[in-house]
């Protein structure tokens, strides 16, 4: 399964950005898909998950009520909807597919899209 990552950019505080991943192949459905974001100096973090059938979700709690993890199953991608921006979120955003959301445990990685937000 290849990964691609896009809708990163620059915008202002309070602004939104709604990130994709276009994966390839036809087992995009039986895999957990997780966002991830890796600022500068610091350790890769998990964002925001979700199941195969979208049944649960996951964010990270600095992201909760600003961030909506989506995925459409019929086109192989998912989404990040990122809404009230903070120059925090600056950040390149990976997108990953796990067999089991609950083992922690990504197979497969994006290339990642540079998400900055300014002050």
């Known amino acids: 399964v290849q990964l691609q990552a896009c809708g990163g950019g620059l915008v202002q505080a309070g602004g939104s950005l709604r990130l994709s991943c276009a994966a390839s192949g036809r087992t995009f459905s039986s895999y957990g898909l997780g966002w991830f974001r890796q600022a500068s100096g610091k350790e890769r973090e998990l964002v925001a998950a979700i199941t195969w059938s979208a049944s649960s979700t996951y964010y990270a709690d600095s992201v909760k009520g600003r961030f909506t993890i989506s995925r459409d199953n019929t086109k192989n991608t998912g989404y990040l909807q990122m809404n009230i921006l903070k120059p925090e979120d600056t950040a390149v955003y990976y997108c990953?597919?796990?067999?089991?959301?609950?083992?922690?445990?990504?197979?497969?990685w994006g290339q990642g899209t540079l998400v900055t937000v300014s002050s």
């Open positions: 990953a597919l796990t067999r089991r959301l609950s083992s922690g445990s990504y197979d497969y």
